[in-house]
């Protein structure tokens, strides 16, 4: 009974893995500033950005230094109305004093907004937000 029950797990974690893995959507985006991802900042330059699982984890990685950085999603959302319009996916970011910081990724059509986790932008700051669009890419 023990035995069986261990290979159920192993069975259902199997399952979980490969259902993850192939359910990853990839896409690029040129980023024209510095950014922080998580507590990372990076460059700006070409990024490959995949959203795996259903809408778990987003992973970037930049084409240049291959240094790439994943981090779960905090919540899912109704994309904007105006990225729903166009429904190309997109990237948003919030932008203050100096920095910006990556706080959205929507990947198109009938998905919804995925909200990542970000440090809040001090009292008088003022927000404003940058969008780059994303193109789909074949992994």
Known sequence: MKCTAIRLMFATAVVAVVTSVASAQTMKADIPFAFRFGKEMYPAGTYRVQVQ??????????????????MLVTSTETPAAAWRAT?????????????????????????????????????????????????????
């Open 87 to 139: 429904g190309a996916p997109v990237m948003a970011f919030e932008c203050g004093l100096g920095r910006c910081q990556l706080t959205q990724i929507w990947a198109g059509f009938d998905r919804p907004a995925l909200s990542l986790p970000h440090p809040r932008l001090g009292r008088d700051e003022v927000a404003t937000l940058r969008v780059v669009h994303l193109s789909q890419v074949s992994d």
């Open 53 to 70: 699982g259903p809408y778990s984890t987003v992973r970037i990685s930049n084409l240049e230094t291959r240094h790439d950085a994943v």
